[in-house]
């Protein structure tokens, strides 16, 4: 598995973003996919993953938000994210499990990093 993320920039309170990562790797059995974000000086949190079957799982503060996808065929997982705030500001890592997670919210469930986009939105 090897990710890529892109997709980060500069943007203006209550603007959109979609980041993109892909696995290189194109590993088959890639499990759960998803996007965590670290804040400087803060710790790293999880914001949405989303397993093989397509189904979704949201951090309640980005909820209505953000909506997280894939493309299996790609090895892809989107995370496009709208109504952005100044608190969204962060670097978001993509992750990946090829095995599956329990615990979602769990940084260490996953086994695989991408190298992390910025988002900077700005008030």
């Given at each position: 598995?090897?990710?890529?993320?892109?997709?980060?920039g500069?943007?203006?309170?209550?603007?959109?973003?979609r980041?993109?990562c892909?696995?290189?790797?194109?590993?088959?059995?890639?499990?759960?996919?998803?996007?965590?974000?670290?804040?400087?000086?803060?710790?790293?949190?999880?914001?949405?993953?989303?397993?093989?079957?397509?189904?979704?799982l949201?951090v309640?503060?980005?909820?209505?938000?953000?909506?997280?996808?894939?493309?299996?065929?790609?090895n892809?997982?989107?995370?496009?994210?709208?109504?952005?705030?100044?608190?969204?500001?962060?670097?978001?890592?993509?992750?990946?499990?090829?095995?599956?997670?329990e615990?979602y919210?769990?940084p260490?469930?996953?086994?695989?990093?991408?190298?992390?986009?910025?988002?900077?939105?700005?008030?």
């Amino acid at each position: 598995v090897q990710l890529q993320a892109s997709g980060g920039g500069l943007v203006q309170d209550g603007g959109s973003l979609r980041l993109s990562c892909e696995d290189y790797g194109r590993t088959v059995s890639v499990n759960t996919m998803g996007w965590f974000r670290q804040p400087a000086g803060k710790e790293r949190e999880f914001v949405a993953a989303i397993d093989r079957s397509g189904d979704p799982l949201y951090v309640q503060a980005v909820k209505g938000r953000f909506t997280i996808s894939r493309d299996n065929a790609k090895n892809t997982v989107y995370l496009q994210m709208n109504s952005l705030k100044p608190k969204d500001t962060a670097v978001y890592y993509c992750v990946a499990d090829l095995l599956g997670v329990e615990w979602y919210t769990d940084p260490n469930e996953y086994d695989y990093w991408g190298q992390g986009t910025k988002v900077t939105v700005s008030s």
